[in-house]
Every structure is written in C-alpha cells, then in structure tokens.
C-alpha cells in the first residue's frame, strides 16, 4: 500500500486525531489521553466516511476511464 492510498483509507482517523490535537494539543494525542472506548455507532460511522471517500475515487477513476476509451473507440476520420 502506497502512502497516498493509507492517507486516502485512514482519512476520517486522521481527521479526528487533528481535531483532537487541535482541542487538546500534544496531551490530547498522548498515549491513553482517550479512555473511552469507541461506541459502534462512532466505528461504523468512520467505516461510512472511509467507504463514501472510496466510492468518490472509483467513480473519477471510472470517468477517466470512459473518456480514455471513448477517444480510442471513435470513429477516425479516415473510416469516414
């Protein structure tokens, strides 16, 4: 796995701990400075905000993709 595709997968998790570096600072991200365990709701809401970052990438990826082949499969203007 690339840098970029971890950065892309782990968005949401970096999100939160800037958010809380940014309310608490260095104690903020200091080992055992969170206790409180995850609810579910929280964890498949970081799931939701991961999977709807990569359904964004797949559906460029696949525009890019059309728009390549749509240039390759035109007509040319010599078969004209």
Known sequence: ????????????????????????????????????AWSREEMLQEQIEDLKAALGEAYVELRVWKKSAEGRLAPSRASR
């Open 1 to 36: 796995m690339t840098v970029a595709e971890a950065a892309r997968r782990h968005q949401t998790s970096v999100a939160k701990w800037r958010d809380q570096f940014l309310e608490s600072g260095k104690a903020g991200l200091a080992a055992g400075a969170s206790k409180r």
